[in-house]
């Protein structure tokens, strides 16, 4: 089993910040990807931006300049530092890995989500 630990949600104002993090925990072999989608209600889950393991980020347009996404491979945690947040901010937010277990088998794990919120 393989869970994914979010934390670092909550209120902030607009032009303010917030920082995520999100740990895997279980059976990690490896992690190949990891990163954060967030989904507003009754929408499509949207990328946020995700770091793979050799190093390289995909970053949606619309965080570019002001969302940053690291990792700690040692502790298989990935973050993402969040500045002038907007007012459109204010959505769910996921974490999510793609990881090998000890099977050798690939799999995708979402975290529980956790809610930003961003007052004009």
């Known amino acids: 089993q393989v869970q994914l630990v979010e934390s670092g949600g909550g209120l902030a104002q607009a032009g303010g910040s917030l920082r995520l993090s999100c740990a895997a925990s279980?059976?990690?072999?490896?992690?190949?990807?990891m990163g954060w989608y967030r989904q507003a209600p009754g929408k499509q889950r949207e990328l946020v931006a995700v770091?793979?393991?050799?190093?390289?980020?995909n970053v949606a347009d619309s965080a570019k300049g002001r969302f940053t996404i690291s990792r700690d491979k040692d502790k298989n945690a990935v973050y993402l530092q969040m500045n002038s947040l907007k007012p459109e901010d204010t959505l769910v937010y996921y974490c999510?890995?793609?990881?090998?277990?000890?099977?050798?088998?690939?799999?995708?794990?979402w975290g529980q989500g956790t809610q930003v919120t961003v007052s004009s």
């Open positions: 770091t793979t393991s050799d190093g390289s980020t």
């Open positions: 279980g059976n990690i072999f490896s992690i190949s990807r």
């Open positions: 999510y890995a793609q990881i090998m277990t000890s099977s050798g088998y690939q799999y995708q794990y």
